[in-house]
Nanobody, 117 residues
Framework: VQLQASGGGSVQAGASLKLSCVAS???????????MGWYRQAPGKERELVAE???????NYQDSVKGRFTISKNNSKKTVYLQMNSLEPEDTAVYYC?????????WGQGTQVTVSS
């Protein structure tokens, strides 16, 4: 299984970005049964959970991104997304996608998001 994340970039505060993470080597039924998450790691800080989407369709967000970020998925494309609106300089980090299923944990390679004021 490989996760390919994309969509990062350098933007001004207030802008939007949409991150994508495509899962390859995973059959459709496994993808739909997965818990999915987006994490981020800023320089000098630990990796933290930003948003998660459970296999049952429930979403959870870190308090700092509630109302600004939305996690979603497209099962047919085996892709998970993170729509990020009203970006703030504090959102600057490397963003990683994560898929957890059947006690297996898979990580994408990370995509850099830089927000300037």
């Amino acid at each position: 299984v490989q996760l390919q994340a994309s969509g990062g970039g350098s933007v001004q505060a207030g802008a939007s970005l949409k991150l994508s993470c495509v899962a390859s080597g995973m059959i459709w039924s496994t993808f739909t049964a997965s818990r999915m998450g987006w994490y981020r790691q800023a320089p000098g800080k630990e990796r933290e959970l930003v948003a998660e989407l459970t296999s049952g369709g429930k979403t959870n967000y870190q308090d700092s991104v509630k109302g600004r970020f939305t996690i979603s998925k497209n099962n047919s494309k085996k892709t998970v997304y993170l729509q990020m609106n009203s970006l703030e300089p504090e959102d600057t980090a490397v963003y990683y996608c994560n898929i957890e299923v059947w006690s297996q944990n898979y990580w994408g390679q990370g995509t850099q998001v830089t927000v300037s004021s």
